[in-house]
Structure formats: C-alpha cells, structure tokens
C-alpha cells in the first residue's frame, strides 16, 4: 500500500507546477475557488535586519525563498517521527509540496563562501538527486583524507555502493536507493555536502576562509494547507553546522527553545563526533578559549578547506519536528555577532512586545548595537499562530535596561580618552 501512495506522489509531484523545481517569491494559500498569492518576504511576513558593527566588511548573509519540495519526501520524513500526513488533503499538489526557506550564513576569512550559500544553497536543496550521494561521498573521502578516510558518508550511507550493497532491503523499498524517495535530513546533507564541493573547487581562497549556516524548512500540514504562520500544525525542520543560532518561542510561558547546538569542539555532540573518528586536536589558548588546531572556532561549517581533513565537515546536524502553530510566537534565526553578546533568552524576549516581525528583527539589533557590537550582526524573525500571544514574564528586562547602561556609561568613558 506504501508503495503505492509514494509512486502516486511522486507521478503527482513530477506533473505539477511544483515538479519543476524553481524556488520562487510567492507564498499560496487556500480559497473556495483556488489559491491565493502573497509576495514573499515581506516585511509583514519576515524580519530580517543586519549590521555591519566596527567590521571593515560585512560577511553575514541571508536568504528567504519559497521552495518546492516532493511530498513523497516529506511523506517519509514525517513518518520517520511517527507522524501521519495526507498530501491529497493539501488542497493542491502545489501546496502540498510549497516549502518555506529561511537561511543564515556568517562567513570568516572573507565573504566569498557566505555569500555563495546565500545565492545558491536553497537551489541546490531542491535540486539535488539520491544518484549524486555515492560520487559526492567518495569524492569527499578521496579529497580530504585524514578525518574522512573513516568516513562512510553518515545518513547518506544508503546512497552509496558500499550502503547498497551491505543493505538488500533497501533494494527493494521504495524509501531506499531504488525507490529514489530521500529523507529531508538526507536532502540537506546531500545539498549542503554539494555546496561545500562547489566552494572548495570554484574559490582558491575557500581553503582559508568559510561560513557557517542555519536553514530552516516550514511545511504547513494542514487540510487544506494554509501559510506556515497561521498553519495549527507546522513541520519544521532545521540543518545547522556551526555556531548561528535557530531560536524558538513558546508561547505559554515566553520560554526559548533552541533548535541548534554551537558546533565548537568542547560541545558535547562535536566532541563525541570528534572522538568516534578519533580525532582530539583541542587547544585552549591564552585567553582560555577552546579551539580545534588551535586554529578553528567552528568544527563544522563550509570552506575551510585546510581543515578537512583534521575533522571539519559540512555535514549538518539536523533535527525535525511537528509544532503546534498556537503554542510557539516565533522563530529566530541570529548570527554570533549577536549570541555573543546576549543569551538566548534575551533574544527572544526582545521580540515578545514588537508589532511585527520586522520590528522584533530592528529590537533585536539595536540592542546589540547598544552593547557595542563589533561583529557583523544578523537576525531573521519568523512569526508563527502563536504571534503577539506571548505569556510569562519578560525576564530579562532589568538586566538589558542595566546592561543597556553599562555599555552606555562605558561608550561615553570612551569617547572623552
């Protein structure tokens, strides 16, 4: 019956305006009579700010796309956390397969990588194929050694020969290699293992500079689908490698709930990964900051072709979840220039009272830059069901108003010397 479904999905997906694959500037949702159409981003729909701080250059990127994605996929996904959904009750196959795309990239060294993400990493998420996984694999063991010698390709290890053929079942399931049916997290590593391919060979100087990237997907599941920010269900889906952040409100009690680790070789996940490779190249500095080689702040991230083979990957960690839209207000998505300064509480805080998403964004960076940012500064804010119902106590308020003074009191010592 499985199989059935998931052929029908993808014959549907494969004739439909969404089969294309073209991501595009629109959001549709549902009427009586069809769709309707909204421009997307807007300011009304996404925050989206930035600041440059004292840095001679801006290196912090970001992008907002609607895509297409095959409903086969996130048929699959969805049954991978024990969730059932029906496509047909979409409202369209359009609809069905619409995907919001937000993306935040922060590059160091330059910003040829990061801005290369911005221009090409939500393309290649809808474009790349299962039949790439085994070339890609191999060619990433090949090129970079050290580290990868060990590496078998990770979730993409079905793709492979090597998982084809140590794994018969998969022969003959149409969730396998011969079903052609990806998982979203097999999807994102795929792409974001393809842009760091693209970077390394088409930048000389992506072997001494890189980036790293949050992207979030939102999928409404409702029937029919309306837009993910007034969807009563919404499937999320986070691919992450390095130190950006992807916050999340909740808003009974105004609580954050972050969706992302920092990927710095003492946190606890990069340095099981780390171990299990066995790679241990941890090197505190003067200042007592950790870092691998005694070089690298991130252990995952694009570029940083020198460091591959000691362990730095662009694999991504990603997580999947079904959130009820009326139990969370919002999204934020935050480079370090800002989640060095502020917790992550304060940052959700900051945008809890603001009458829009752009207005929580501009909240969000002013107050960095009240704090003397000197990092480049960017944030995204993504409104769900939940907007402008945010519950419990500000509790961060008189610590911002006192810290907001400090860097005050401290910037005007300053500029008297």
Not at 159 to 177: H, I, L
Request: aromatic letters at 8%; glycine letters at 8%.
């Amino acid at each position: 019956m499985r199989s059935h479904v998931t052929r029908r999905l993808i014959s549907q997906w494969r004739g439909s305006e969404g089969g294309r694959r073209a991501s595009h500037d629109f959001i549709r949702g549902p009427t009586p009579g069809g769709t309707f159409k909204v421009p997307f981003p807007s300011p009304k729909i996404v925050g989206i700010q930035a600041a440059r701080g004292t840095s001679a250059e801006q290196q912090d990127q970001s992008a907002v796309h609607a895509l297409q994605l095959s409903p086969a996929e996130i048929q699959y996904s969805l049954e991978k956390i024990k969730y059932k959904w029906d496509a047909s009750k979409a409202g369209s196959p359009f609809l069905a397969s619409q995907v919001a795309f937000f993306g935040i990239y922060d590059g160091h060294g330059g910003a040829q990588v990061s801005t290369h993400l911005a221009e090409n990493l939500h393309n290649l998420i809808e474009s790349v194929q299962s039949d790439h996984a085994n070339s890609l694999v191999q060619w990433t063991k090949s090129t970079h050694q050290g580290y990868f010698k060990r590496w078998r390709g990770g979730v993409l290890s079905k793709w492979t020969k090597a998982g084809q053929t140590s794994d018969a079942s998969a022969q003959t399931s149409t969730s396998g290699p011969s079903g052609k049916v990806m998982t979203l997290e097999e999807r994102l590593t795929l792409a974001f293992l393809q842009a760091d391919q693209d970077i390394l060979k088409k930048y000389e100087e992506s072997h001494k500079m890189g980036s790293t990237a949050s992207v979030l997907l939102l999928h409404s599941l409702d029937s029919p689908a309306v837009p993910y920010w007034a969807a009563k269900e919404v499937f999320l889906t986070v691919g992450h490698c390095g130190d950006t952040r992807v916050l999340l409100c909740h808003a009974p009690t105004g609580k954050v709930v972050p969706l992302t680790e920092r990927h710095h070789a003492e946190a606890r996940v990069e340095a099981a990964r780390l171990r299990r490779m066995g790679a241990d190249n941890l090197i505190q500095d003067s200042f007592g900051e950790s870092k691998w080689m005694g070089a690298i702040e991130n252990t995952r991230g694009f570029g940083d072709g020198d460091w591959k083979s000691s362990g730095v990957t662009a694999e991504p960690e990603v997580i999947s979840r079904v959130l009820k839209g009326a139990e969370y207000s919002y999204l934020v998505l935050v480079t370090d220039g800002l989640t060095d300064l502020m917790s992550d509480q304060e940052i959700i805080d900051l945008a809890r009272n603001a009458s829009d998403p752009t207005r929580a964004a501009t909240t969000i960076i002013h107050f960095g830059e009240d704090l003397n940012a000197d990092d480049n500064c960017t944030c995204i804010v993504v409104p769900l069901a939940g907007w402008g119902q945010v519950k419990g106590q500000d509790s961060t308020e008189a610590r911002r108003e006192y810290r907001r003074n400090q860097a005050g009191m401290m910037n005007t010592r300053m500029q008297r010397m």
